[in-house]
């Protein structure tokens, strides 16, 4: 009797610039690039992996931003997470990043993905509450963990 209770209600507004309409990369918006460049210029190394993370690899990272796009959003509603798609590469690698850098605003961490071959490809901000995230916070906003 409460099945229809799991269904996500329908956005009420017009999806929010940068958010997903058709699946097809977009720009980043401003907000998704400061994001990005903050994770990598101040993340902290992905701690339960132990990595160790070169200010060579921060500079690779940070060459990628103005070649990369955004993919499809999470999708489930209450977080701005998005894939990152290089356009030379036709492809999101998502499903096959593992994070590199990681950082934290109030109520949420941030992870930030590359694939095997050192691509971009995933922006995930996870909410460690009930609070529900619309956009990325103001860099002004996130901590290294
Ligand atoms: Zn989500």
Redesign the pocket.
């Known amino acids: 009797m409460s099945e229809h209770l799991d269904d996500p209600p329908p956005p009420a507004t017009a999806p929010a610039e940068g958010s997903e309409v058709d699946g097809a990369p977009r720009d980043l918006t401003r907000r998704q690039l400061e994001v990005l460049a903050w994770l990598i210029d101040h993340g902290a190394p992905f701690d339960p992996d132990q990595r160790v993370v070169e200010e060579a690899d921060r500079a690779r990272w940070r060459a990628q931003l103005t070649a990369v796009r955004a993919g499809r959003s999470?999708?489930?509603g209450?977080?701005p997470?998005i894939e990152l798609v290089h356009p030379a590469a036709l492809r999101a690698a998502g499903a096959d990043g593992h994070p590199v850098v990681e950082g934290s605003t109030a109520g949420a961490v941030l992870l930030l993905f590359a694939d095997g071959g050192d691509h971009l490809s995933y922006l995930e901000l996870a909410p460690t509450g009930e609070q529900i995230f619309g956009e990325l916070p103001h860099p002004g906003d996130l901590h290294p963990t």
């Open positions: 999470c999708g489930c209450t977080c997470s």
